[in-house]
């Protein structure tokens, strides 16, 4: 059984930064994600990973988030720096067990942990 548990969300101020953790546990596809949720807004894809360590991004955030894969830790991590008040939503950690290209579609994915808040404020 897959499991998805994320931590590190929390209130950071603008410009600061923040990183988050996602420990997975069963089996293990090759795409490993990142998405938020915004209130009244459509979850969206902020950055995936392979297991070869390929890696993919938004637009939104290319430059200040670097996601990475710790496969002995079966963690995930999403650094995010330069934080800005559009960053604030609720960060989900997603797994796809048949995916290949590790898009930034929430459809793409079938696991989801139960996420963690991000606060930004000025």
């Known amino acids: 059984q897959v499991q998805l548990v994320e931590s590190g969300g929390g209130s950071a101020q603008a410009g600061g930064s923040l990183r988050l953790s996602c420990v997975y546990s069963g089996y293990t596809g090759d795409c490993l994600a990142w998405f938020r949720q915004a209130p009244g807004k459509e979850r969206e894809g902020v950055a995936a990973?392979?297991?070869?360590?390929?890696?993919r991004y938004a637009g939104s955030v290319t430059g200040r988030v670097d996601i990475s894969r710790d496969s002995a830790e079966s963690t995930v991590y999403l650094e995010m720096n330069s934080l800005k008040l559009e960053d604030t939503a609720m960060y989900y950690c997603a797994e796809s067990l048949y995916m290949r290209s590790c898009t930034l579609s929430a459809a793409d994915y079938e696991y989801w942990g139960q996420g963690t808040q991000v606060t930004v404020s000025s």
């Open positions: 990973v392979r297991r070869s360590g390929g890696t």
